[in-house]
């Protein structure tokens, strides 16, 4: 009876994470069957030629690693690609670690690079790290829209390397006081993307909220244009990140 009993209550509790589980996927954000997609959520290239140029950079990179032997696979915006070389090695360069960002990336120009051979069919890491979405809010794009262009991204790495787990970052903190205008639509948009983790296969990370101080000030030693990060704040992003990244990589 007391075996019975045991079972039934393991079966409940995990009857009640996949539950959990379940209501945090649902959570991430999705266009209704029959809606259209936000441009956000839509594959586009940009049409200035700089971020061509930053784009075959990075596809020069790729071309010259092996992206089969990848166990961390980080992609995003100018704040992935920029990841100070000297951190970047202290924390990842024994882990197999690719660097995939591209500056000014959007959640659309993601979605572009995905879908052109950014990604090739041997990248199948153990862990992606995916920071996206502050130059959408920088150009004034909605949070709602910008975290539809994100969940949109996220499946669709999801579909590219199914095995993988995600380490969703929430986006950084822009702007050196609190009362910056960037600082409320950042705010909203890692609310809504906080619904994505599931913490089994995407795990949900904001780190940013230690890169400011204890009055929500961002200062230049830790962000010099108050945007990108100085080699301090790739040790604070690094260190911040860590934890998830550690149960991302358990199997």
Do not use: K
């Not at 790729?62 to 090695?89: C, K, M, N, V, Y």
């Amino acid at each position: 009876m007391r075996a019975t009993a045991l079972l039934r209550s393991l079966l409940s509790a995990a009857c009640l994470l996949v539950s959990l589980a379940g209501a945090a996927l649902a959570a991430c954000p999705a266009v209704p069957a029959g809606q259209r997609l936000p441009p956000e959520a839509m594959p586009a290239m940009p049409s200035w030629p700089e971020w061509r140029v930053w784009a075959e950079a990075s596809q020069a990179r790729l071309r010259a690693s092996d992206p089969a032997r990848a166990r961390i696979a980080f992609i995003g915006d100018s704040i992935t690609e920029g990841w100070h070389p000297d951190i970047f090695r202290m924390f990842y360069g024994q882990r197999g670690a690719l660097n995939l960002g591209v500056s000014g990336d959007t959640t659309q120009s993601l979605l572009w690079r995905l879908e052109n051979g950014h990604w090739p069919p041997a990248l199948q890491p153990d862990v992606i790290v995916l920071l996206i979405g502050t130059n959408n809010i920088g150009q004034g794009n909605r949070p709602e829209e910008t975290a539809l262009g994100v969940a949109t991204v996220l499946r669709r790495l999801q579909r590219l390397a199914p095995r993988a787990r995600i380490v969703l970052l929430g986006v950084l903190p822009r702007g050196n006081l609190p009362t910056d205008p960037m600082r409320l639509p950042i705010q909203r948009l890692n609310q809504i993307l906080q619904g994505c983790g599931d913490n089994q296969r995407v795990f949900y990370s904001e780190p940013g909220q230690l890169l400011v101080d204890g009055e929500g000030v961002l200062p230049q030693w830790v962000a010099f244009d108050w945007l990108h990060l100085t080699q301090v704040g790739y040790a604070i992003l690094s260190t911040a990140l860590e934890g998830h990244l550690r149960l991302a990589l358990q199997r």
